[in-house]
């Protein structure tokens, strides 16, 4: 099957690029780098060309009130350019609980991004994901000092970025879903506990305060961010991926 991943260089691309071209299929990795500029529609057309499936991993390169935009004009330019290619599945990675924290830009643009591939010409699937092991750092920096780091109590279900990617795989190759598939790790942790669990690991002597005000996640209600029922449960749990130095 041939395979075009969009955003095919960034954390989850790359890994799901190989992934893919392992298992024998034709993988076009499509990126800025590689000439596809998704604002313009530049260079889609070459990398859509023969293309079964296509699975949008790219990101807005903001957070704030300038992302739906970039969603809202990436997308189209995406459905346009995969139907006259024949493109027969789209498939798109956003976040478990998109929908229910109107409060954040971005995920007011991933919901976006998700309604325009339902109203799309195209069948698709969408994988919700958790959040990645791999940012929980950038999580805790956002609200930290040489002392301490504030956090939330918000519940979180973190997921490698591996076992996202083997998700994706799974859909890429599959049918269409015409829907939604949730995956995430197996713990439900609070997000402060998170930071004490990562703190601990890196030998880093700051202390962690609760603080339902404090950064991103503050305005999160109750546990929407966690997977309900149907979702896909990875097998990675975060303390033995810190083990396991995957972490860098």
């Not at 279900?157 to 076992?163: E, F, H, L, T």
């Not at 790790?185 to 609070?190: A, Q, S, Y």
């Amino acid at each position: 099957m041939k395979i075009t991943v969009i955003g095919g260089t960034g954390l989850i691309g790359s890994q799901l690029v190989t992934t893919l071209r392992d298992a024998g299929h034709d993988v076009v990795a499509a990126s800025l780098s590689s000439g596809v500029d998704l604002l313009t529609g530049t260079g889609l057309d070459e990398a859509l060309a023969g293309a079964h499936t296509v699975v949008n991993v790219s990101n807005s390169p903001t957070f704030d009130d300038r992302s739906p935009a970039f969603f809202r004009t990436t997308v189209g330019n995406l459905l346009r350019a995969g139907e006259q290619a024949g493109v027969r599945h789209q498939v798109a990675l956003s976040i478990v609980g998109v929908d229910q924290v109107p409060e954040l830009d971005y995920y007011r643009a991933k919901v976006v991004q998700e309604d325009l591939l339902r109203d799309g010409p195209t069948p698709y699937s969408v994988v919700r994901a958790t959040q990645f092991f791999e940012f929980m750092d950038a999580v805790m920096s956002w609200s930290s000092d040489d002392g301490t780091v504030r956090l939330p109590s918000t519940p979180l279900q973190p997921i490698a970025s591996a076992d996202v990617v083997a998700a994706l795989a799974d859909v890429a190759t599959g049918a269409p879903l015409d829907g939604t598939l949730d995956v995430a790790g197996p713990d439900v942790l609070p997000l402060d506990e998170i930071g004490r669990i990562t703190l601990a690991d890196r030998g880093d002597d700051r202390r962690v305060v609760t603080d339902d005000r404090a950064g991103m996640f503050a305005v999160v209600r109750g546990d929407v961010l966690t997977a309900g029922p149907g979702a896909r449960l990875a097998p990675t749990h975060y303390r033995d991926w810190l083990g396991a130095g995957l972490a860098g």
